[in-house]
């Protein structure tokens, strides 16, 4: 079935440039990018896209980081998206991801790991909201 999801390519990604590399490795998984912009998160799009991490002690520096230089927003297409990125992404901590995975390629801790991603269809659609209307998705 086919479905999408959210994905956001992280400060520490686009401060070296790495958006085309990563983008190669989401569509040779068989991923389609079917909407993508690159934006500066404000502080209160950052705060209420973490608020469910708001009581966590990481809260703060998370906010802090994905306003410090621009991201890229994405919505990603095909058959069972969500946990197909998931698998694309790898682990959180990128010395225990799989090789091959976008954070083992690229990330540079579990703070910094580079990409960001939805974690059920239901969660997909709201984080999709959050950054894009309809007719910015051309599937």
């Not at 410090?68 to 998931?86: D, F, H, I, M, T």
């Amino acid at each position: 079935m086919t479905e999408r999801t959210f994905s956001i390519l992280k400060p520490d990604a686009t401060k070296r440039n790495l958006t085309g590399k990563i983008n190669a490795v989401i569509e040779e998984s068989g991923l389609r990018i079917v909407a993508q912009r690159r934006i500066k998160m404000t502080q209160e799009q950052a705060e209420d896209f973490y608020d469910v991490h708001r009581e966590r002690p990481f809260y703060g520096a998370l906010v802090e980081f994905m306003t410090s230089a621009p991201v890229v927003v994405q919505v990603l297409e095909g058959p069972k998206a969500v946990a197909k990125y998931r698998d694309v992404m790898g682990a959180t901590n990128p010395e225990q991801a799989d090789a091959g995975t976008i954070r083992k390629l690229f990330a540079l801790s579990v703070g910094e790991n580079s990409v960001h991603g939805s974690d059920s269809v239901d969660n997909a659609k709201i984080e999709i909201a959050q950054f894009f209307d309809a007719e910015d998705i051309v599937g």
